[in-house]
């Protein structure tokens, strides 16, 4: 089988549940008055015209505009569900923020909580390398709103980053940025201050931390120069011995083109060791490469469970039933796939065979920070009947996904298709539960406990790798395990100046899914 990388999902992720994202990017240009001669494109209600005819007129603002609803009413999986609304009181930016569904789910959440776009400059940087600008802290951001005490708490960090050189490790809690208190700020110049600190858009930006390290008495101040990152997405890969045999451990943070060495070195050192389970931690993996969540997935399962096996088939509006819309290509499942593809061919060739751990079950860590690929992974391995036992939190609930498109130096991506596993189930818009009992197909056995940032990840006694483990050996969840409320959706009409809100496009990438027009060739 020849492999070229085709569907790929959204990097990345930020455990931040309430923390509110902005999509950023877009020309800024208003309305175009100098697009008003009779040959000049102009906007007709209920008129389409095709995209290709408006695409990268990049000196009108209102041709951008007008290839962004027609590439929308195109494409867009609920397309009918677009206002049409003149775009000349807008800037490009603006506009293209509208053009999608204002429709709630069947639970009274926002039905499109995924549209965004970015420079394609830094799109392509992100997405080949994981590289950002940043401290290289991930952050776990609780109680954003004014009025609430605040506490924004280290999750993790990047080896090699100026938070690991500084010796900031997860469970250190940020007390001061610059001088304002976290817990305390209630008006917009404080809010721009903590923003403008946690979430730096350039490198040099010079921050002043107080914090409070896990377990210390006292806290201590920090300077930190922001820097381009590169993560490290695949971490901490170990085997656990314990009285029945060996279980396995991995921390995947994110599906990016560097995952897939990490992913096979893992496999590698796992599928050597003989370990008799597996434990995944993707409480943080907002999404990546659906090709790296199907070459994982064949990793985990093996030969046998996955041959002629799908791991995804996709689907988009009623326009398309049976063709795609970006590639014009039939529609085609992907399967799970058994070598490397060389998404970095510095780091792995392609066409190298995978390791496989031939495995009937496996234990997932996962959080509200857990989406997209990651979801689709173990979707896929439901699909083919591997025990999915997952520890944690319910997940972010995102089946969909889009093509990165880009026009004019701005990469878009608005919800194009769906996916389903191989039995055809792919309903879990309200994220995955873990349930003693699960009644639908969305919950799914297990145990149901909040993250544990009082540990660090890959100890046993971290409460969620510690059930896993419990449960394993007893069938069952750990005394500790309690029902947890999921939080509420987020107040679309909540004044942003007085929330914290990371406006870089990066980490609003975090909870996508995302196909390229690249073929998977069979």
Request: proline fraction near 6%.
């Amino acid at each position: 089988m020849k492999l070229r990388p085709r569907h790929i999902l959204a990097p990345l992720i930020i455990s931040a549940s309430l923390l509110l994202l902005t999509a950023c990017g877009g020309s800024s240009g208003g309305d175009d008055s100098t697009n008003t001669g009779s040959t000049s494109p102009q906007w007709v209600a209920g008129q389409f015209a095709d995209d290709s005819t408006l695409a990268n007129q990049c000196s009108a603002p209102l041709t951008q505009k007008l290839w962004l609803r027609s590439w929308s009413n195109d494409t867009y999986l609920w397309y009918n569900e677009i206002i049409d609304r003149d775009p000349a009181p807008y800037n490009v930016a603006e506009y293209f923020e509208l053009l999608k569904t204002e429709e709630l789910s069947d639970t009274g959440n926002l039905k499109d909580n995924f549209h965004f776009s970015m420079s394609t400059a830094e799109w392509e940087l992100l997405n080949g390398s994981g590289a950002s600008v940043g401290y290289g802290m991930t952050l776990n951001l609780r109680n954003a709103s004014a009025g609430i005490s605040r506490q924004v708490t280290v999750a993790y960090n990047e080896p090699n980053s100026p938070a690991s050189d500084a010796g900031i490790s997860r469970g250190a809690i940020i007390v001061t940025v610059d001088g304002v208190s976290v817990a305390d700020a209630n008006d917009s110049g404080s809010i721009d201050t903590l923003n403008a600190g946690l979430f730096p858009s350039t490198s040099g930006k010079q921050t002043v931390f107080t914090l409070r390290d896990l377990d210390a008495q006292a806290d201590r101040t920090v300077t930190l120069l922001a820097e381009t990152v590169v993560s490290t997405p695949v971490q901490n890969t170990k085997t656990i011995q314990t009285a029945n045999g060996k279980v396995g451990y991995l921390q995947f943070n994110a599906h990016i083109a560097t995952a897939e060495k990490g992913l096979y070195d893992a496999m590698t050192l796992l599928s050597n060791a003989q370990v008799d389970d597996l434990v995944v931690d993707i409480r943080y993996n907002g999404g990546g490469l659906l090709a790296l969540a199907s070459q994982l997935g064949y990793m985990i399962a093996g030969d046998n469970a996955t041959a002629n096996r799908v791991f995804e088939r996709t689907s988009f509006n009623d326009k398309y039933p049976t063709v795609n819309p970006v590639t014009r290509e039939a529609l085609t499942p992907m399967p799970f796939i058994p070598e490397s593809i060389g998404f970095n061919t510095s780091l792995l060739r392609s066409g190298v065979p995978l390791p496989s751990l031939n495995l009937k079950r496996v234990f997932v860590l996962t959080t509200p920070g857990t989406c997209s690929a990651s979801e689709a992974l173990m979707n896929a391995l439901r699909g083919i009947d591997v025990e999915v036992i997952q520890l944690g939190e319910t997940t972010c609930g995102k089946p969909y996904g889009f093509y990165p498109t880009n026009n004019c130096d701005t990469t878009y991506f608005t919800i194009q298709f769906k996916g389903v596993n191989d039995k055809g189930f792919g309903e879990y818009s309200d994220g995955f539960m873990p349930s003693t009992n699960p009644t639908v197909d969305s919950e799914v056995p297990g145990c149901e406990l909040a993250d544990d940032l009082g540990h660090p990840l890959g100890d046993t006694n971290e409460r969620l790798l510690s059930a896993a483990l419990f449960y394993r050996a007893n069938n069952r969840c750990p005394s500790t395990a309690t029902a947890i409320a999921r939080a509420p959706a987020q107040d679309p009409f909540v004044d942003p100046g007085f929330m914290l809100q990371d406006t870089r496009n990066q980490n609003v990438l975090k909870n996508n899914r995302i196909l390229t027009p690249l073929a998977l060739e069979q």
